[in-house]
């Protein structure tokens, strides 16, 4: 299996810019494409960012597309989730998700979750 760990999640102020990690052991996530999902207490899952395996194409919810930036480094099987200009509606636990597939938005279509980083953006 593909074990994920993220990393990087605090409390900050609305504009501010944080980074989040995610770690993948047990496989090589090379061939994994790498999503990027949020979870606000009471609400459901909601996909923020993709990533495909080779890095080329990414996606974005259009809530967060221009603040954020997903990206991956492969040889320290590590994906990234840059988020600037962050809102009090960011505010939610981060997690990392990978599937042995193409590029996917649908939490459903991941196969390996991380336990998640919370991110609280106070006003």
């Known amino acids: 299996q593909v074990q994920l760990v993220e990393s990087g999640g605090g409390l900050v102020q609305a504009g501010d810019s944080l980074r989040v990690s995610c770690v993948a052991s047990g496989r090589t996530i090379t061939n994994y494409a790498i999503g990027w999902f949020r979870q606000a207490p009471g609400k459901e899952r909601e996909f923020v960012a993709a990533i495909s395996q080779s890095g080329v194409m990414t996606r974005y919810a259009d809530t967060v597309k221009g603040r954020f930036a997903i990206s991956r480094d492969n040889a320290k099987s590590t994906a990234f989730l840059q988020m600037n200009s962050l809102k009090p509606e960011d505010t939610a636990v981060y997690y990392c998700?990978?599937?042995?597939?193409?590029?996917?938005?649908?939490?459903?279509?991941?196969?390996?979750w991380g336990q998640g980083t919370q991110v609280t953006v106070s006003s």
């Open positions: 998700a990978a599937r042995p597939y193409s590029i996917a938005t649908m939490y459903s279509q991941y196969n390996y």
